[in-house]
């Protein structure tokens, strides 16, 4: 694809493998599983559920910005959540964070993450 190209966001921590925060082609900005990782690199896997999702959504948003997108011009986001009892605060958090815009979305429960950490996001937008 001659319209690839790989994004490191600034303002996140450094990605913890062989990985880019995002990476755009076809016009679409495709972003890493975001984890409740701080910009410092501290994981916050001792901080309540609603501070790790916080930190998710902030996350999920500097990478979009780092691409030139938007949480406006998100496509599918996939929720992943160590106990769905989390879901429907995340739910709130997530309808306030993106207001009337409403992506396609799927959330799947999962056994564990990364260092004991509840939740991770990845997701597509269009890019510009």
Do not use: C
């Not at 910009?39 to 996350?59: E, S, W």
């Not at 030139?68 to 989390?86: F, I, K, N, W």
């Amino acid at each position: 694809m001659d319209d690839l190209r790989t994004v490191e966001a600034p303002a996140l921590a450094a990605p913890g493998g062989h990985y880019s925060h995002a990476a755009v082609a076809g016009g679409l900005v495709f972003v890493a599983g975001q984890l409740p990782i701080a910009p410092d690199g501290r994981k916050l896997g001792d901080a309540p559920f609603d501070l790790q999702a916080r930190q998710v959504l902030a996350n999920l948003q500097a990478a979009l910005e780092a691409a030139g997108s938007s949480p406006a011009r998100l496509v599918q986001v996939r929720v992943y959540l160590t106990d769905l009892a989390h879901w429907p605060a995340f739910d709130a958090l997530y309808a306030q964070w993106l207001g009337a815009h409403r992506p396609a979305r799927a959330v799947v429960p999962v056994p564990a993450l990364h260092y004991g950490l509840l939740l991770e996001v990845e997701a597509v937008a269009a890019a510009g």
